[in-house]
């Protein structure tokens, strides 16, 4: 994938305010960016022998995200205050929490994407500074993170310094990874 299509793809959430930004399961992090929307899922039906009474009904599950969501996965992760790091992948959840809470209603200015180093930087106007890395996911492929678009669509960075553009609904394992290489800045600043 061209450095200038990866560019594209990033550029709508570069100066948008970053909110909802939450620790998911384990160290996944969720940033969402643009307009909320909300979204529904499709009834679940209550299985057999469930040990939650809760459980025992129909329900829907109601979910707000962004226009854009930005998931750091299977990756090492830093989230700083200008020089003083706030929390780190391994850290307590109370203190991802509190990172997160400094980054959340920060703007985007610029992503760095630096293959050689394999350090993706998100940073954020107020001195906000998140860097993904593969420092403990080197045996393996790995997400290291997946920007979902407005369009459906998801770029995905891998571990082994492939990405792929392709439809969020893809089949795992069919999608077409191709090898970026250098430093990729959004936006460009050349």
Same mark, same amino acid.
């Given at each position: 994938m061209k450095e200038e299509k990866i560019q594209d793809i990033l550029l709508p959430i570069i100066g948008q305010f970053v909110w909802g930004a939450k620790q998911g399961y384990g160290s996944f992090l969720n940033l969402e960016f643009g307009n909320p929307k909300t979204e529904f899922s499709g009834i679940y039906k209550p299985k057999e022998k469930n040990k939650f009474p809760?459980?025992?009904?129909?329900?829907?599950?109601?979910?707000?995200?962004?226009?854009?969501?930005?998931?750091?996965?299977?990756?090492?992760? +830093?989230?700083?205050?200008?020089e003083n790091?706030?929390?780190?992948?391994?850290?307590?959840?109370e203190e991802i929490e509190f990172?997160?809470?400094?980054?959340?209603?920060? +703007?985007?200015?610029k992503i760095i994407i630096n293959? +050689? +180093?394999?350090?993706t930087e998100l940073e954020f106007d107020l001195g906000g500074i998140i860097m993904i890395s593969d420092e403990n996911y080197a045996d393996e492929n790995y997400e290291l993170w997946n920007f979902y678009t407005e369009s459906d669509k998801v770029l995905t960075y891998r571990n082994d310094r492939k990405s792929s553009y392709e439809k969020a609904k893809m089949e795992f394992g069919k999608e077409k990874f191709t090898e970026i290489n250098g430093i990729i800045t959004c936006p460009n600043t050349v």
């Open positions: 809760f459980n025992e009904f129909e329900n829907r599950h109601v979910t707000i995200k962004g226009e854009h969501t930005f998931f750091i996965y299977m990756s090492n992760w +830093k989230i700083y205050a200008k790091e706030l929390a780190h992948d391994e850290s307590e959840r990172a997160l809470g400094f980054i959340n209603g920060q +703007k985007l200015n293959t +050689k +180093k394999n350090i």
